[in-house]
């Protein structure tokens, strides 16, 4: 597989993009085809960069109900990332009311973010409208609206438009006075709902809450729902904290 020039990040790949390459690998067994994606545990070792690249993938268990399945990726002979998922027999959809969104602009009213962090070259494919970014409950929390663009997403598979959009929400460190330069991904949790499958050009409520940084590292939870408040994934991130020159 070929990890792609126009979703270069920071130090390589965009983080969200190779956890969905590695969702891509992880559906692509005889167990994709008869149970649902439920949740992925994707770490880095190294940083993805954009040419050829080795996956392998292994099914560790098959049941009826559930099934384990690992993937990697390598480059030049070294792992770069990998990922342990589970799949679901998937249920005859929501049991529980959405939630109700807090009071915000709709999406139309609401300027794109300027990130602190600069112009990088997937911003073409992504868009990121925050709403606020303020402490709640003691935790410094972001409000957005985000999608992958009309048009994108082509090569975001099962569970690829919610791990980019996830780590498309800022990080509470970037509301700070004293921004680091950028926090790179160390490992991902990501639990989805087989009922609401993100889609490409659709917008989507996020939040974003930042658990904790020592300042060398941080924890940051992220949630992504419909408009109408219905759960689609969360995920919750270890970053490196890489300060400003």
Not at 81 to 102: H, N
Not at 149 to 172: I, K, S
Request: charged share 25%; aromatic share 8%; hydrophobic share 40%.
């Amino acid at each position: 597989m070929i990890a792609p020039h126009d979703w270069r990040g920071q130090e390589g790949l965009y983080g969200g993009k190779v956890v969905a390459m590695l969702a891509d690998l992880l559906t692509a067994t005889d167990v994709g085809d008869r149970l649902a994606l439920a949740s992925v545990w994707a770490e880095f070792t190294g940083a993805v960069v954009p040419g050829e690249t080795e996956g392998t993938v292994e099914v560790l268990h098959r049941g009826r109900s559930t099934a384990l399945v690992r993937a990697a990726l390598r480059q030049d002979g070294r792992a770069k990332a990998s990922a342990v998922a589970k799949f679901a027999a998937a249920g005859q959809g929501d049991k529980l009311s959405p939630r109700t969104l807090p009071p915000a602009p709709p999406a139309a009213d609401v300027v794109d973010y300027d990130a602190p962090w600069g112009h990088l070259p997937y911003d073409p494919k992504l868009q990121l409208k925050v709403i606020d970014q303020e402490t709640r409950d003691g935790v410094l929390t972001t409000r957005a609206w985000l999608r992958v663009r009309p048009g994108h997403g082509d090569d975001l598979g099962e569970g690829g438009v919610e791990a980019v959009l996830l780590d498309l929400l800022p990080p509470g460190l970037f509301a700070l006075e004293d921004k680091p330069a950028f926090v790179p991904t160390v490992d991902f949790a990501m639990h989805l709902n087989p009922s609401h499958r993100a889609e490409a050009g659709r917008w989507y409520w996020g939040e974003m809450r930042t658990e904790w940084s020592d300042g060398a590292f941080c924890c940051d939870t992220g949630e992504i729902r419909t408009t109408e408040g219905a759960f689609v994934a969360r995920g919750t991130q270890n970053r490196r904290v890489v300060d400003a020159l």
